[in-house]
């Protein structure tokens, strides 16, 4: 299999052609595939699998998005301003200001646009994840990024976006004055196929799937579990590099310190919310879990072994069958149950008066040495589940302006290749505790929502601007 190249020069007049080309069918893919052929756009999809999958497909599924017709609904006072801020607050300031006011004020008129379409959101309720001071994580009803990303591509093609399956994307053309002209499709047997196209948007891949990237970039995670898709492979990253594309935020990512092991499964951080605490093999408490559960992931790759148990109740046991995650897991013998405190430090083979402080200190009012103010202690039986730190997706990409336009190394938006979701820098900043829970799909679907309106001004079409002004 041959690597992403850019290739100079005019592709075959043969072509075909469409005015929009986007390579990745996920969550950024298909919402702007789907805005576009809202206005009669006609746009091609070049996704590398049989069916759209990747990282919006092994997500949970959750979209942050804050005034959106939803929230209002359910009685939910919330703001593109005040998520924003929360952004901002998790990233300490460091994540990139134009791209949270963008991202952030356009989410709700994104998830709007989307239910207009029938896909049935609702508010997650009973908890807030890390950071957020709002309940603004929308799903669908079964909870899931694959049961998402099928209702996308079911919207997006019926309102007429084409999408090409089993076709990776491996060539871009460009002409002498640095415009796209087309794409090259290696297919399964080994052939090229050209789309030409006026504007190409990169909704493709982070670089989660490359080894040496990872190495590079992020060695905190360069022996984690990686939990993303095998084609987030830095492709974008190569074919920007060789475009004189600037890069940006490459040390940020979504790490996840609940990683179910053996099982290979993702355990709801709702867990340590509705509190749930970590326990390492030594019996003890190593960090505040309601900090968040990306840098979680590098905590607990830190302890023995690399691994620790997610330790909770039944009152907690109920919440966590709400995800379907979880209920895999279960199904894969992942929880642990144990009558007593004496179970509980044979299970994890620590020694027993030392778990038995631990846990005395999961109380209200007690001293907690990270920091953690608890509003109930855990009750016998007490549930377990050996987990271990993994890597989800990357954060950092392509440099783009607010309109998701591609920058050069000197801040100049190329002329018509536009960037979102995974190839693109993200809101996370360039560290791992700055993602906020949902930073992910912010990206892709606010992203593919503006990336729209941009290929649409691009080609001297007007979509329209239904933002809302994010300024905390």
Same mark, same amino acid.
């Given at each position: 299999m041959?690597? &992403?190249?850019v290739k100079r020069g005019e592709p075959d007049a043969d072509a075909m052609h469409v005015p929009v080309a986007i390579i990745g069918a996920g969550a950024c893919g298909l919402t702007a595939a789907l805005r576009l052929a809202d206005a009669g756009i006609d746009t091609v999809l070049i996704e590398r699998d049989a069916a759209p999958s990747g990282s919006s497909a092994l997500s949970s599924g959750f979209i &942050?998005?804050?005034? /959106?017709?939803?929230?209002? !609904? $359910?009685?939910?006072?919330? #703001? =593109?301003?005040?998520?924003?801020a929360d952004i901002q607050a998790k990233a300490q300031g460091a994540a990139a200001p134009h791209l949270v006011a963008a991202y952030a004020g356009a989410a709700a008129a994104a998830m709007d646009a989307l239910a207009?379409?029938?896909? !049935?959101?609702?508010? @997650?309720?009973?908890?807030?994840?890390?950071g957020h001071t709002a309940r603004r994580m929308h799903t669908l009803p079964e909870r899931t990024g694959a049961a998402l990303v099928a209702a996308l591509e079911r919207a997006a093609t019926q309102a007429g976006a084409y999408l090409l399956t089993r076709a990776l994307a491996r060539e871009i053309w460009v002409d002498e004055a640095g415009r796209v002209t087309a794409v090259g499709c290696e297919r399964p047997d080994g052939s +090229? #196929?050209? +789309?030409?196209?006026?504007?190409?948007? @990169? $909704?493709?891949?982070?670089?989660g799937g490359n080894a040496a990237m990872v190495a590079e970039h992020l060695p905190a995670m360069r022996d984690a579990v990686y939990g993303g898709h095998v084609g987030n492979d830095g492709s974008a990253?190569? *074919?920007?590099?060789?475009?004189? %594309?600037?890069?940006?935020?490459?040390?940020?990512?979504?790490?996840?310190?609940? *990683?179910? /092991?053996p099982q290979g499964a993702l355990i709801s951080w709702a867990v340590m919310m509705d509190g749930g605490v970590q326990i390492n093999g030594d019996g003890r408490r190593f960090h505040d879990e309601t900090h968040g559960y990306s840098e979680a992931a590098v905590h607990v790759l830190a302890q023995p072994g690399g691994v620790a148990w997610n330790v909770f109740d039944d009152r907690t046991l109920a919440l966590a069958r709400g995800f &379907?995650?979880?209920? %895999?897991?279960? =199904?894969?013998?992942?929880?642990? /149950?144990? $009558?007593?405190?004496?179970?509980?430090?044979?299970? +994890?083979?620590?020694?027993?008066? /030392?778990?038995r402080q631990t846990l005395h200190s999961v109380a209200p009012g007690a001293s907690d040495l990270h920091g953690r103010r608890f509003e109930r202690a855990l009750q016998a039986p007490y549930h377990a589940i050996k987990v271990t730190g993994a890597l989800f997706h990357t954060q950092g990409g392509l440099d783009i302006d607010a309109q998701c336009r591609v920058r050069d190394a000197h801040g100049q938006a190329l002329p018509n290749l536009l960037a979102a979701g995974g190839a $693109?820098?993200?809101?996370?900043?360039? #560290?791992?505790?700055g993602y906020l829970s949902g930073n992910g799909l912010l990206s892709a679907v606010a992203g593919g929502h503006i990336a729209a309106a941009t290929a649409a001004a691009l080609l001297g079409r007007e979509l329209g601007h239904e933002t809302h002004e994010a300024t905390p």
């Open positions: 041959s690597a &992403p190249v &942050p998005a804050a005034g /959106t017709a939803v929230q209002r !609904a $359910a009685g939910i006072d919330d #703001d =593109a301003g005040r998520f924003a207009g379409h029938g896909l !049935a959101f609702e508010v @997650l309720d009973g908890f807030l994840y890390p +090229i #196929d050209l +789309i030409g196209c006026d504007v190409l948007i @990169l $909704a493709c891949n982070g670089f990253i190569a *074919w920007g590099a060789q475009l004189g %594309a600037g890069l940006a935020d490459l040390g940020g990512y979504q790490g996840h310190g609940s *990683w179910a /092991t &379907p995650d979880f209920v %895999a897991a279960e =199904a894969g013998h992942a929880r642990k /149950t144990c $009558a007593d405190a004496a179970a509980l430090a044979a299970l +994890i083979g620590c020694d027993a008066e /030392t778990l $693109a820098r993200g809101v996370s900043g360039n #560290d791992v505790s």
